[in-house]
Each structure stands twice: as structure tokens, then as C-alpha cells.
């Protein structure tokens, strides 16, 4: 919304489901609930990490409180925030902006006149009372909860809870035309939001993810969507290294990819600002100007565009070279792949997006209407049997998969996709060389290990 008007709205469906907004306690519960449930997990309460000691073969924590102890393994990977120990014991340094955009927020439940529709309110036509930059979000929670951010200007004044409730008493009486509706308040408070970005992620054996490694929030980009990101690019391949030996390429990747995504996050946001905030000008004469705003404001909360959207590994060190084989589909290599339903090797029906994150790589054969026939009937026809062997000879474990469709691919396609679901190649059909050199390079090139196996071999040959 500007001022009165609907200036714009996006609708979303099961090709693009809408953003998730969760409330950060739910969130924390659902969390220490699932580390309840794994027995590989140990949570260690009141401990504080004092000591990081690394070796050739492992790296040693200690940790001090009333259960101090050490700890043992062969890699550490510090989660542990904006003021991250872990960071500081391994003397990174973690330059950026401080307070580069302040919100007021409330947590409340209510009525609102969309239901369950986020919304972002630039120039409210009333009249407001304090500091006040002319930006509201509203974000619908489960439960009745709505979350309002109100953005406020550059600087430290002081938000007192009695203007903060002014403040909502006048936007819920704006949004509804008449009297403020009854609310139930849950939360206040003030968010500062920095920009920083460590420079290096990876010590040794020791890593950064989250906002250890990175922080960012202005103009809707998601922090957390950047942690998860994280996770799911180390974690795959910390399990490789775990179970098939030490690659210190595919160890090093992890900075290379997602310090370059961050970090061209940080410098749109950087570009954008300026003329998103600075107000005035002739910007705000030229035709149109007004929609570009808008568009450039709704990027990052909406995760679309250079502000928003899951980032590219087209240029990783682990993207192996074209080959004539390679066939065009509509998700650039690199970019995180479509969540088509394919067949699974049990015969069941499941989306892509489940069978990521089990540490093997996915090849995806794109066959259409082997949907209607039930998986024994094709599993043994066609070019299957020479893919599954293909798969079969991989230099790491694989799922082969099968879709019915998948955007912009010809029938037989075949796409080689990461554990954490990044598109590695796609090519035209069964070529098993084409598909062995795409996996290899994905792993971060053969090995040490493999190479004097392959050697070994040709030497019995």
C-alpha cells in the first residue's frame, strides 16, 4: 500500500508458496524439540565456550560452567551469533555498518482487514506521533498474531512503551477507518539491524554459519533464510568428508559459496538504500519512480530478485566444465532446483525437495507418463537400466530419481542435483562419462585417496 491505494499484490501458489513468517519462540521450540529427538545430538546447558584447541587430526573445545568439560571431534562449526566466541577465539575479524535500519516492533494479536495477507504500508496518509520514517509491515503469525514493524528514522531516539502504543493505536485505526479493534499486546521492542561480514569463514577446522558469519535484515532480506542456507551447504559436506575421507577443496567451497552470496546480498541492499531512503530529489518527479520503490521495496520480503532470492553457485570451484552434452533447462546451473513430484526408488510419489539433505546426490530423469504406469513396468525399459548403472558407478552415493516433468526439460533429461538441491549439470539424454566428471567435480575433483585407487587399478589392469 502507498498512502491509501493498493499499489501492488502478489499471489502465490504451490509453484511459489507464499513466505513463511514464524514466530521466533515457536521457531526455538520446534528446534530444541527436534535436537530432543536425535540421539547424535547432546545438549550442553549453562556452558561457555572458553577454548578452541586445533590439531592435525581433530579440534578441542572446552567449555566452562557447572558441568565443564572438553570436548573432541574432528570439526567445530560456530552458530553462536552476532557476538560469536568462536569467532573471536579464532581471531576473525567481522567488519560492516552498525545501525543501518531501526524498527519499532509489536507483537499483538487482533483483527486485522486482510486476514492472513502480509502487507507493507510505505506512507501512511495519518498522522502519527514520534519519530516515524513512513514505512509499516505487517506480518500475519499463526494464532491470530500479527507482528508490526514500523520503520524509524536514523539515529537513537528514544521509543518509550507509551509512544509505541500510540503508535499502534494509530495504525490499526488507519488500517480499519474507524476506532482502533481490540487487541491483545504480547511483545515490544526495538530492532537495530547491522550489516557485517566475516572475513574469513573457515579456519582450520573450525567454521562460521549464521550470524557468526553474516548479519543482515535491512529491506526485508532474511537472515535466517542465509543461516539455513548455510547449513545446508556445510552439512553435506562435512557428512562427505566424514564418511568418504578428507577433501580439503570441497571443505573450502563452503567460504567461497556462501561468503560470495552473502556478500552480494549485502551490496545490493547497499545500492538499494540510498535510493530507497534517501528521499526527495527529482527521483520522486520521474514517472514511474514511485513503482520502482515499491517493487525494490518488496524484493527482500517477498525473496525475489537480487535482495530476496536463494542465491547461485553458477561460478563455485565445484561447477564442472560445459560439455557438448549439456542441454538447457529453465533452472540456470548453479540455482536451487524446482520442487517437482518424482518417483522414488521405493515406487513412492514424493516432492523433490524431500529427498534433499540425506547427504547423496539426486539424478533426476525426466520421463513423461511414466506417472500413469506403476514403477515395475519402466524400471526395467528404456534407457533406465543404463542410467542406473551410470548412477550405479557414481564416485558417491546417488538416488535416481524419476519426474514426470521438470520446467524447460526435454523428455530424457537427466539433471545431476546437490545434496543440498543446487543444479550441477543437465544433460541431453544417458552419458554416463558426462554424468561420472559432473559428480567428481561436485565432490571438489577426485581425491588423494582416489586417485591412487584409480591408479592401483590400472596398475593390476
Known amino acids: 500500500l502507498r498512502r491509501k491505494q493498493v499499489t501492488n499484490e502478489v499471489a502465490f501458489d504451490d509453484a511459489e508458496p507464499a513466505p513463511l513468517h514464524i514466530a521466533q519462540h ?4 520446534a528446534l530444541r524439540a527436534a535436537v530432543a529427538r ?23 573445545a572446552h567449555t566452562r560452567g557447572a558441568n565443564g568439560t572438553w570436548w573432541r571431534g ?81 539515529g537513537k531516539d528514544l521509543v518509550t512503551p507509551e509512544l509505541l502504543l500510540a503508535r499502534i493505536r494509530e495504525t490499526l485505526t488507519g488500517w480499519t477507518g474507524e476506532g482502533a479493534p481490540a487487541y491483545e499486546l504480547l511483545d515490544t521492542g526495538v530492532h537495530t539491524v547491522h550489516h557485517r561480514l566475516a572475513r574469513r569463514w573457515r579456519a582450520g577446522r573450525v567454521f562460521l554459519a ?22 545446508d551447504n556445510l552439512a553435506w559436506k562435512l557428512a562427505t568428508v566424514h564418511h568418504h575421507g578428507p577433501h580439503e577443496a570441497l571443505l573450502d567451497s563452503y567460504q567461497t559459496e556462501r561468503r560470495a552470496v552473502v556478500a552480494a546480498r549485502l551490496r545490493a541492499a547497499d545500492q538499494v538504500l540510498p535510493v530507497l531512503r534517501g528521499g526527495g530529489g527529482l527521483r520522486s518527479y520521474v514517472p514511474g519512480a514511485g513503482r520502482q520503490h515499491d517493487a525494490l521495496l518488496m524484493d527482500g520480503h517477498l525473496g525475489h530478485g537480487a535482495l530476496g532470492a536463494p542465491g547461485s553457485y553458477a561460478g563455485s570451484p565445484l561447477a564442472p566444465e560445459p560439455v557438448d552434452a549439456e542441454t538447457p533447462v529453465d533452472t540456470p546451473v548453479g540455482e536451487a532446483v524446482a520442487d517437482v513430484v518424482v518417483t522414488a526408488e ?10 534433499l539433505g540425506r547427504g547423496a546426490l ?19 525399459a528404456g534407457i533406465m537400466p543404463r542410467l542406473a548403472a551410470a ?28 545434496p543440498d538441491g543446487h543444479l550441477v549439470t543437465a544433460l541431453g539424454g544417458v552419458h554416463p562419462a558426462a554424468l561420472y566428471t559432473a559428480a567428481e567435480a561436485t565432490l571438489g575433483g577426485a581425491t588423494a585417496t582416489t586417485r591412487a585407487e584409480e591408479h592401483a587399478e590400472a596398475g593390476a589392469r
Not at 346 to 355: A, I, Q
Not at 406 to 418: D, E, F, M, S
Request: hydrophobic share 40%; proline share 10%; glycine share 8%.
Open 26 to 29: 515457536v521457531l526455538t521450540a
Open 74 to 154: 574432528s570439526y567445530l562449526v560456530g552458530c553462536d551469533g552476532p557476538r560469536s566466541t568462536v569467532r573471536k577465539l579464532q581471531d576473525i575479524r567481522f567488519p560492516g555498518r552498525t545501525a543501518v535500519e531501526r524498527h519499532a516492533v509489536a507483537a499483538l494479536r487482533t483483527e486485522l482487514p486482510r486476514p492472513e495477507e502480509a502487507f507493507l504500508h510505505r506512507s501512511p496518509p495519518w498522522r502519527t506521533s514520534g519519530p516515524f520514517a513512513g514505512e509499516i509491515t505487517a506480518r500475519p503469525l499463526p494464532d491470530g498474531v500479527w507482528r508490526l514493524d514500523w520503520l524509524l528514522p536514523p
Open 38 to 60: 536425535e540421539p547424535l545430538i547432546e545438549l550442553a546447558v549453562d556452558s561457555r565456550l572458553d577454548t578452541i584447541e586445533q590439531e592435525p587430526a581433530g579440534v578441542t
Open 346 to 355: 521405493d515406487g513412492t510419489f514424493v516432492p523433490l525437495r524431500e529427498r
Open 362 to 380: 539426486l539424478v533426476v530423469l525426466v520421463a513423461p507418463g511414466t506417472v500413469v504406469w506403476e514403477r515395475r513396468h519402466w524400471v526395467s
Open 210 to 231: 549464521g550470524d557468526a558469519a553474516h548479519l543482515l535484515g535491512a529491506l526485508g532480506t532474511h537472515g535466517l533464510d542465509e543461516g539455513l542456507r548455510d547449513a
Open 391 to 418: 548412477v550405479a558407478a557414481l564416485p558417491h552415493p546417488a538416488e535416481l530419481l524419476v519426474a514426470e516433468s521438470y520446467p524447460g526439460a526435454a523428455p530424457h533429461t537427466v539433471l545431476l542435483v546437490r
